[in-house]
């Protein structure tokens, strides 16, 4: 297990960015990104694998990105044209290790 900070959360407007940050207290492998609104499972919404395949759910395909910086032991979300169905606590796993307290992205309509 490895302690996970996530940051880089925030209040935007529908169509803008934002990037988040997931730092390690070890190696990043794989990783997932996850989220969760009100009332709702915690949901993947991005993957990479320790090859660095990549996948992502289909209502953030073509949208979000998700990259590795081995050298910080950071894993990152790039999140663009937000929209308010983003809204959601997100969170990142390497699905061994407890979850972290999470980042609030906050998308107005």
């Known amino acids: 297990q490895v302690r996970l900070v996530e940051s880089g959360g925030g209040l935007v407007q529908a169509g803008e960015s934002l990037r988040l940050s997931c730092a390690a207290s070890g190696s990043v492998n794989g990783m997932g990104w996850y989220r969760q609104a009100p009332g709702k499972q915690r949901e993947l919404v991005a993957s990479?694998?320790?090859?660095?395949?990549?996948n992502y759910a289909n209502s953030v395909k073509g949208r979000f990105t998700i990259s590795r910086d081995r050298a910080k032991n950071t894993v990152y979300l790039q999140m663009k044209d937000l929209k308010p169905e983003d809204t959601a606590v997100y969170y990142c796993?390497?699905?061994?290790?407890?979850w972290g307290q999470g980042t609030q992205v906050t998308v107005s309509s």
């Open positions: 990479i694998a320790s090859s660095g395949y990549t």
């Open positions: 796993n390497d699905r061994n290790s407890d």
